[in-house]
């Protein structure tokens, strides 16, 4: 009896044993669960590492990374291209009033995420690149009169890009690609340049209607010189012919008035009349 009760007890000492492994287990998951000492840093993403807030050298790239729990926090700061949309107002040389829309695509460098976290935060955008464009597009088209802005376009943008580029850099913040969505000027502005164009179009087709007629008006003397020498030849062979016609008709007359004698004469040379020549002429 006493083996049995050995056994009863060993047995009950085994399964407390599992009952606690098992609590440990699940104690232990609700530890991690709890502290979360891993963290995953996403694509195009990089992890800011903070010990007790306080921004570490190392940034942590994409993939699973080990933290330690109540000492350590993961930034995660967006590396990829982005984009910004900003409204400018600015002043051409010519004092007209210049708004435009401007599109900037950009990205930080992903190993200074750190640095633009401890020092800019994570509303650069807000606090350097609009003012940043604002400042730029300011700058460049003073330099130009308001129609040049429209008529050197591109050439504004690529000096506005630069300048913008150099005042990132500092900031370690790459602009990718710039665009100037829209530029717009005042009312009175705006009519004189549509004033002009129109202007401009009426002018040029007159000059097209002008140029058209003197076409027209040449053609039409070509073709009457044409029409006059068709009418001074024709009116030459007309004439041969018709002198030609008379001479014919002169004979024939002369033929039907004669008797069949030949004509009395004391003196001089006795006309001929070729009858051959006549009747291959009718």
């Given at each position: 009896?006493?083996?049995?009760?050995?056994?009863?007890?060993?047995?009950?000492?085994?399964?407390?044993?599992?009952?606690?492994?098992?609590?440990?287990?699940i104690a232990l998951f609700?530890?991690?669960?709890?502290?979360?000492?891993?963290?995953?840093?996403?694509?195009?993403?990089?992890?800011?590492?903070?010990?007790?807030?306080?921004?570490?050298?190392?940034?942590?790239?994409?993939?699973?990374?080990?933290?330690?729990?109540?000492?350590?926090?993961?930034?995660?700061?967006?590396?990829?291209?982005?984009?910004?949309?900003?409204?400018?107002?600015?002043?051409?040389?010519?004092?007209?009033?210049?708004?435009?829309?401007?599109?900037?695509n950009y990205h930080i460098?992903?190993?200074?995420?750190?640095?633009?976290?401890?020092?800019?935060?994570?509303?650069?955008?807000?606090?350097?690149?609009?003012?940043?464009?604002?400042?730029?597009?300011?700058?460049?088209?003073?330099?130009?009169?308001?129609?040049?802005?429209?008529?050197?376009?591109?050439?504004?943008?690529?000096?506005?890009?630069?300048?913008?580029?150099?005042?990132?850099?500092?900031?370690?913040?790459?602009?990718?690609?710039?665009?100037?969505?829209?530029?717009?000027?005042?009312?009175?502005?705006?009519?004189?340049?549509?004033?002009?164009?129109?202007?401009?179009?009426?002018?040029?087709?007159?000059?097209?209607?002008?140029?058209?007629?003197?076409?027209?008006?040449?053609?039409?003397?070509?073709?009457?010189?044409?029409?006059?020498?068709?009418?001074?030849?024709?009116?030459?062979?007309?004439?041969?012919?018709?002198?030609?016609?008379?001479?014919?008709?002169?004979?024939?007359?002369?033929?039907?008035?004669?008797?069949?004698?030949?004509?009395?004469?004391?003196?001089?040379?006795?006309?001929?009349?070729?009858?051959?020549?006549?009747?291959?002429?009718?």
């Amino acid at each position: 009896m006493d083996t049995e009760v050995a056994k009863l007890v060993k047995e009950k000492a085994g399964g407390a044993k599992i009952i606690r492994i098992i609590a440990g287990l699940i104690a232990l998951f609700m530890l991690l669960i709890f502290f979360n000492p891993f963290v995953i840093v996403g694509a195009g993403e990089r992890g800011v590492v903070l010990n007790f807030g306080a921004v570490q050298p190392a940034v942590f790239g994409e993939g699973l990374h080990f933290r330690i729990p109540l000492v350590q926090r993961i930034m995660k700061m967006d590396v990829r291209v982005q984009k910004s949309q900003t409204d400018a107002e600015s002043v051409s040389k010519d004092l007209q009033d210049t708004h435009s829309t401007i599109a900037v695509n950009y990205h930080i460098l992903p190993d200074k995420a750190n640095w633009i976290y401890q020092n800019l935060g994570r509303e650069y955008k807000e606090r350097i690149i609009d003012p940043a464009v604002q400042e730029v597009v300011k700058a460049v088209t003073a330099r130009y009169t308001a129609v040049e802005l429209i008529t050197q376009r591109e050439k504004v943008r690529v000096e506005i890009k630069e300048l913008l580029k150099q005042r990132l850099i500092g900031y370690t913040i790459l602009v990718d690609d710039f665009s100037i969505i829209n530029f717009r000027f005042s009312q009175q502005f705006t009519q004189a340049i549509e004033a002009k164009q129109t202007a401009e179009q009426y002018a040029l087709k007159a000059q097209r209607d002008l140029e058209r007629i003197k076409i027209e008006a040449e053609q039409k003397v070509t073709q009457a010189k044409a029409e006059a020498e068709a009418l001074r030849l024709q009116k030459a062979n007309i004439s041969a012919e018709l002198v030609k016609l008379r001479q014919i008709e002169a004979s024939l007359k002369a033929i039907e008035k004669w008797d069949g004698h030949m004509p009395k004469v004391t003196s001089g040379s006795v006309p001929f009349i070729d009858v051959k020549s006549l009747e291959q002429q009718r």
